[in-house]
Nanobody
Framework: QVQLVESGGGLVQPGGSLRLSCAAS????????MGWYRQAPGKQREFVAS???????NYAGDVKGRFTISRDTSKNTLELQMNSLKPEDTAVYYC?????????WGQGTQVTVSS
């Protein structure tokens, strides 16, 4: 049983930066994968970035070099630092925790990149 709450979304100009946070509560355990996904209106939810309980990270090709995923075990949070934002990054961003065979989602936070 895991609950996730995202925060940090908002409106930013192209080329700007935002930092998203995900606060986790519940029995995550010691073996898991935490990640960020995003969904634009009329489109499928897509993978953005992930990090394992051992600290191994992975990124979608179109965000590699611009986004950085990290976790703070002392605060039980997951972060996504987003730099050089583009209009096509506009979406609702969701936090996810995979504890096989179970998966948990947050409620999402809106990111809008526009001038």
């Amino acid at each position: 049983q895991v609950q996730l709450v995202e925060s940090g979304g908002g409106l930013v100009q192209p080329g700007g930066s935002l930092r998203l946070s995900c606060a986790a509560s519940g029995s995550v355990g010691s073996l898991y994968v935490m990640g960020w996904y995003r969904q634009a209106p009329g489109k499928q939810r897509e993978f953005v970035a992930s990090i394992t309980s051992s600290g191994i990270s992975n990124y979608a090709g179109d965000v590699k070099g611009r986004f950085t995923i990290s976790r703070d075990t002392s605060k039980n949070t997951l972060e996504l630092q987003m730099n050089s934002l583009k209009p096509e990054d506009t979406a609702v961003y969701y936090c996810n925790v995979l504890v096989p065979p179970r998966s948990f989602w947050g409620q999402g936070t809106q990111v809008t990149v526009s001038s």
